[in-house]
């Protein structure tokens, strides 16, 4: 049995997961359309709409629909109807869409502390800039509720890592000491929102980061898939607690195709691994074998430890060119 015959429906992160920079990451565009299995893209970014992320997405061949895209900021704006009276004033902090959203959900938008509003959301926008975080800060101190629409520190760009959302938000709790509510990921209700979209029962959650997307899912308890395209890499694997850790691992959503034995954390590819006292060997491994297959092998040893081993030290050939890049 497949990943995809086995599961009802695919949570799937973007930035890093199925693309990078706007661009469709290697084996995407063949999986998703030549797949059955209905797909909702889970965001973190705040910073477009619905729909312009699905004309993103269908410009780049991806088969997707504005109903089938759930954003941080949706998420935000239904985490305010909770916390503020119907027809409140907030302040909006991030992209226009954003705004749209608020509006369109009966809020008032404002643009300045001085009109007292009752909630802050900020969410991501690159012309975000001290002027906007200063009035954040203002309305805050005031007493406005703060609500952000994800806590990512990074984003992932084809430059590599840049700033999140989660930077920024920082950048306005550290000047006022207020902590914000969080409405994006690693929090459950954005996946249980997701599934409850396309009456998924059995829906089977994928990501690239271990702190937002594979926790935000295990905390909603949904399987989950964690890829090595973006933000968590080899090590951060092997380092990860039990909450954080995935039930599936691939090399990219090109690996949804495996059998649910392939992708699970144990041995393969010829690949042995067992505990010498603060570290882990691995040992032997077939000609062809792969390093995410070494890193299957090592996963199932070192999960089991109570603790992250000091170091895995390869023992084999196959094993030294397997283990080089996870570091």
């Known amino acids: 049995m497949t990943l995809l015959s086995t599961h009802d429906a695919l949570l799937l992160d973007l930035d890093g997961t199925v693309w990078e920079g706007g661009q469709p990451l290697p084996g ?39 109903e089938a895209i759930l954003t941080s900021a949706q998420a935000a704006i ?24 608020a509006r369109e959900a009966g809020f008032e938008v404002v643009q300045s502390a001085d009109a007292l509003p009752a909630a802050v959301l900020q969410g ?25 629409s994800n806590l990512d520190t990074s ?9 999140g959302n989660g930077a920024l938000v920082a950048a306005v709790s550290t000047s006022t000491g207020v902590e914000p509510i969080s409405a994006g990921k690693p929090g459950p209700e954005m996946f249980l929102q997701a599934a409850k979209m396309i009456g998924a029962s059995k829906p089977l959650a994928v990501g690239d980061r271990l702190d937002t997307d594979i926790l935000g899912a295990n ?33 990219s ?13 144990g041995a393969q590819g010829g690949f042995t691994a067992r505990v010498d006292g603060m570290d882990v060997l691995l040992e032997n491994g077939d000609e062809d074998a792969t390093s995410i297959q070494a890193l299957r092998t090592v996963l199932e040893v070192v999960w089991a430890l109570p603790q992250p081993p000091r170091y895995i030290q390869p023992r084999s050939s196959q094993a030294e060119q397997a283990v080089k890049g996870w570091w």
């Open 124 to 148: 991501m926008s690159k012309d975000v800039g001290w002027p906007q975080l200063t009035e954040a800060a203002l309305a805050i101190r005031q007493g406005a509720q703060f609500i952000a």
């Open 219 to 251: 905390s909603a308890a949904m399987d989950t898939f964690h890829v090595l395209t973006g933000v968590s890499g080899p090590m951060e694997l092997v380092e990860a607690p039990q909450q954080m850790r995935p039930d599936f691992i691939g090399t």
């Open 155 to 163: 984003l992932p760009t084809e430059r590599g890592l840049a700033i």
């Open 253 to 265: 959503l090109a690996d949804l195709s495996l059998k649910r034995s392939e992708a699970r954390p």
């Open 28 to 66: 995407v565009v063949d999986l998703l359309n030549s797949c059955s299995t209905r797909a909702v893209f889970v965001t973190n970014n705040a910073s477009r709409s619905p729909h312009e992320v699905a004309a993103l997405l269908q410009a780049v061949d991806i088969p997707a629909c504005p």
């Open 78 to 101: 239904a985490l305010a109807q909770q916390h503020v009276p119907a027809g409140s004033r907030v302040l909006v902090v991030g992209a226009d869409s954003f705004r749209d959203l």
